[in-house]
């Protein structure tokens, strides 16, 4: 476990590779701080000494001596106080672009994952450890290292020293407390790390079901279960804060037993340095001297319990970002990848096998299909067959375990992913949407483009009038997943997105079961526009949709049972005739009842 929490600070601490010049200067900046603040009681103890003498002795009072003597403790205080606010500054600015940092490449590695990995982990429970990890990054750095941990560790250094040339016995007499106390707090700090990791483990979890509850908010009041939803994130927090109890109360043994050793050692001091002034050898200035020294070099000490549990809980949460960081990319481009040409051929599954664990329940197995340019296929069966397994394939969000996947005879897992999707536009059958203006959604991923072109591709996509029709037009945002649009409106908006990136392969959720059969007519519309003149591929969910189609494949088991035409399949494909005559049936029975 130590040797965990060290390799995790290490990693931290090279992410500052970049920056050597600035930490040397910052460690210049605050060991000169630390200086001229032990200078101050050396100068104390002049002016005390004088005082003293003058006290015991009668004759001049040394004017002089007070007066530079002052003016030397309020010099170095300012000069202390100004290159430790330049030291917090500096600092500061250096850690944030370190949590910005790591932030951006834990969204940049989440993002480039894969979708396995996706439908494990909740995107709450991302941005949960994104925002901890992140702030933790910022703690561990800024507040414990850069100022709970070096600023003192500088000032124990420079007091014991000191001491060590005023007297040594005072200094062994400082030093002697820190090795008990370290013992001592690092045992229970290993406990209370352990029970840190539950709490972590516990919040995150809450993090996932807000999110989830957020998302849903809808269904929830349907089913009027605010009261429920609200009391069980009231018991989930209730459980996960008893866990934090845990270890609060295991921290408040730590401050125990550090205002013990802390006391014994401030007494122990004490006593040895009236027992020199008692016996001829000390000065009251130098009396005055060793305490102060004392509580200088104390100072780690009052937050080295703190120091060793928030270092523990932060490096926890830090840890978990970084498992993120350290999840491998499953589909990369190889090093001599190259750009796809444009498809003008075929597209070709050869002797293609995939399964979601390795190679154990295939999800799809020995599929060998040709897909001719500018045709459209429809791929059709039961859930679970394998038809979005297909499309994800193409899509390379996997790589098959066997075979080959072939544009125009270039293997895909050779091209670049880049060059191979700026080819493919999905239209899913839930569209996602960004909650941002209808332009920036229907431009998403084009960069620079005209709002000529944008309301072209609207028009395209039967979108361009009810957008007029919105609040702000073009500029309305339409909120978090498109909540502000219908979902008729929501397809439409995709199928703008798709006209726009000018596809040469387009593929298409089928996504018109669930909506009213005027907007069915309308998706029907803009679709058929879409597909004209390109390679299309259609997820077909009812067959009534795709009867015209260049080519169908009936999917069943993980494996292509039949293709050929409607016609072809009517008679050659039992599967086949039983989902049309089923869905037949279904569409039949859905006219009756609407008549």
């Not at 605050?30 to 200086?35: A, D, H, K």
């Not at 008990?180 to 690092?186: C, D, E, F, V």
């Not at 700090?189 to 999110?211: G, P, R, V, W």
């Not at 001829?280 to 319990?305: E, R």
């Amino acid at each position: 476990m130590h040797n965990k929490k060290s390799s995790t600070l290490k990693r931290i601490l090279s992410l500052l590779r970049d920056r050597k010049k600035t930490i040397v200067f910052l460690f210049i900046l605050i060991t000169l701080s630390q200086i001229a603040s032990i200078a101050v009681p050396f100068v104390s103890k002049i002016i005390i000494d004088s005082l003293t003498e003058f006290i015991k002795n009668g004759g001049t009072l040394p004017l002089s001596t007070l007066a530079y003597c002052s003016a030397g403790i309020l010099i170095l205080t300012l000069i202390s106080s100004a290159l430790l606010s330049s030291y917090n500054f500096n600092l500061f600015q250096m850690v944030t672009k370190l949590e910005d940092k790591v932030r951006n490449q834990t969204l940049g590695k989440y993002l480039q994952l894969h979708s396995l990995f996706h439908h494990g982990v909740s995107s709450g429970q991302i941005i949960g450890r994104i925002d901890r990890g992140g702030t933790s990054v910022y703690i561990i750095v800024y507040e414990i290292i850069g100022q709970n941990f070096i600023p003192p560790i500088i000032i124990f250094i420079g007091a014991f020293a000191a001491l060590l040339y005023s007297n040594i016995w005072i200094a062994l007499a400082i030093v002697i407390p820190f090795p008990i106390y370290i013992l001592a707090t690092r045992n229970i700090a290993n406990k209370i790390y352990l029970i840190e990791q539950k709490a972590n483990d516990a919040f995150e979890n809450i993090s996932k079901e807000m999110y989830d509850v957020a998302g849903n908010v809808q269904t929830v009041k349907k089913f009027s279960q605010e009261e429920k939803e609200t009391q069980d994130n009231r018991n989930s927090l209730l459980n996960a804060r008893k866990i934090q109890y845990t270890a609060e109360r295991l921290w408040s043994h730590i401050e125990n037993i550090q205002a013990i050793i802390s006391t014994t050692g401030r007494v122990a001091v004490l006593a040895l340095s009236a027992w020199f002034v008692l016996q001829g050898t000390a000065t009251i200035g130098q009396f005055v001297l060793y305490v102060t020294l004392q509580n200088m070099a104390y100072q780690p000490l009052s937050s080295l319990g703190s120091l060793f549990t928030r270092m523990r809980r932060n490096m926890t949460r830090v840890e978990r970002l970084f498992a993120v960081l350290d999840e491998p990319l499953r589909v990369t481009d190889t090093p001599n990848a190259f750009n796809l040409p444009p498809l003008q051929k075929q597209i070709e599954f050869k002797d293609v096998s995939f399964s979601y664990r390795g190679d154990k329940e295939w999800a799809l197995k020995d599929i060998n299909v040709i897909i001719p340019a500018h045709t459209t296929c429809a791929l059709v069966g039961r859930s679970g067959s394998g038809k979005t397994t297909f499309i994800n394939l193409l899509l390379r969000s996997h790589d098959p375990q066997r075979g080959n996947i072939l544009i125009d005879g270039f293997d895909i897992s050779k091209v670049t992913k880049v060059s191979l999707r700026e080819q493919i536009a999905v239209v899913p059958q839930e569209v996602d949407l960004f909650s941002r203006t209808v332009v920036q959604n229907i431009a998403y991923g084009r960069g620079n483009i005209s709002k000529e072109k944008i309301e072209n591709a609207a028009k395209t996509a039967l979108a361009h009038d009810f957008i007029l029709k919105l609040e702000q037009g073009y500029d309305t945002i339409v909120g978090e997943r498109g909540v502000k649009l219908s979902g008729g409106e929501r397809q439409r908006i995709g199928i703008a997105r798709a006209v726009l990136r000018d596809p040469k392969i387009l593929i298409l959720d089928e996504a018109t079961s669930h909506l009213d059969t005027e907007s069915e007519q309308i998706i029907t519309r803009a679709t058929d526009a879409l597909v004209k003149d390109r390679t299309s591929l259609i997820i077909a969910h009812r067959l009534s949709t795709v009867i015209n189609a260049d080519k169908i494949l009936v999917f069943g088991g993980g494996k292509i049972e039949a293709m050929g035409t409607h016609v072809e399949l009517l008679h050659s494909s039992s599967t086949y005739l039983r989902l049309y005559s089923l869905q037949f049936a279904d569409e039949n029975v859905e006219d009756n009842n609407e008549e």
